[in-house]
């Protein structure tokens, strides 16, 4: 008899006990991390996590835009908005200015492709210009959806490129006329600087 062979849809939140597997792991690798009900307590824990008037850029990200997180950032006044500038500035007279711009504001937001159970944060990038704050440019802050949460670096990969990858494809044709890539791909297994990099797990499935 064969046996049949498991598949992973990579849209189902992870049980309470994986999540509570993958913190223990991620604290162990010097992330602070917090498991939050839902997106609305990760929204509120953002505002408390960063001072007001603090240089904030917010990565490209599905779960910050379903969030409110993103409008929160770039909206509302009480921060030093990077991406509001970077829109205003031409992309290619100020090519550089805006690479430089991206690569060290006082805090990050984001999220990520994947997190394993052994605590580590898989990100995927078509440009990179998120990269230089997530690896260590900048105070970070990760919201991550509960379906994002896989057992193995292997798998997260997979889950990259089976899943992530055409959901954002199809976004970027449809807001930016041209595909995604995985062009870069940056691998999160600890943090040097403990009290740099915070993960806010959320018990529900949000974004990618």
Known sequence: MTTPILTTPFTDPAPAERLERAAVALTANNFA??????????????????????SVLTASSETLRLSGIDDDINTSGRYQAVKPRLLAMDRVVCADDIRRLMACPDVVV????????????????????????YAGGSTAIWVVGAQ?????????????EDHALPLEDARA??????????NRLLVLNAEPYPGRATVLLVREAIGF
């Not at 991390?33 to 603090?54: H, N, Q």
């Not at 994002?148 to 990259?160: C, I, M, N, Q, Y």
């Not at 044709?173 to 890539?181: D, F, K, L, N």
């Open 148 to 160: 994002k949460l896989v057992p193995d670096l292997s798998t997260a990969l997979r889950r990259v």
């Open 110 to 133: 984001g999220s990520v492709a994947a997190l394993t159970e052994t605590g580590s944060l898989v990100v995927a990038s078509a440009s990179g210009s998120q990269l230089p704050s």
């Open 173 to 182: 044709r449809m807001v930016y006329g041209q595909p995604s890539a995985v």
């Open 33 to 54: 991390v917090e498991i939050l009900d839902d997106a609305a307590a990760a929204r509120a824990r953002v505002k408390d996590l960063i001072p007001p008037g603090a």
